[in-house]
């Protein structure tokens, strides 16, 4: 079973950066995608970013294109997230997240979750 470890996350003010990180334990693993969601406070659960092992195709939330980033390693197995210019609505658990196809259906694992809080 695939294990996700994530890093990164804390307390910054607005306009501040943040980066998490985040580790998945398989190693030489083709991803359906790897990403980041994001649990809002009112219990929201949004897609952030992610990113296609096959293409390398991208997505992101509308909110924020143009100040995150989404960069994915294979060679060390890691999903990152660059998060620029933040602001308060960006305060949320960010969690990792990896898709895979395997034994005729899909799979997936989820990261612990980070904390990122953006304070005005």
């Known amino acids: 079973q695939v294990q996700l470890e994530q890093s990164g996350g804390g307390l910054v003010q607005a306009g501040g950066s943040l980066r998490l990180s985040c580790t998945a334990s398989?190693?030489?693993?083709?991803?359906?995608?790897m990403g980041w969601f994001r649990q809002t406070p009112d219990d929201r659960r949004e897609l952030v970013a992610r990113?296609?092992?096959?293409?390398?195709?991208?997505d992101y939330l509308d909110s924020v294109k143009g100040r995150f980033t989404i960069s994915r390693d294979k060679d060390k197995n890691t999903v990152a997230l660059q998060m620029n210019n933040l602001k308060p609505e960006d305060s949320a658990v960010y969690l990792c997240?990896?898709?895979?196809?395997?034994?005729?259906?899909?799979?997936?694992?989820w990261g612990r979750g980070a904390q990122v809080t953006v304070s005005a």
């Open positions: 997240y990896a898709e895979w196809y395997a034994n005729g259906g899909k799979n997936m694992a």
């Open positions: 990113v296609f092992d096959d293409d390398g195709e991208i």
């Open positions: 398989e190693h030489d693993f083709n991803f359906n995608f």
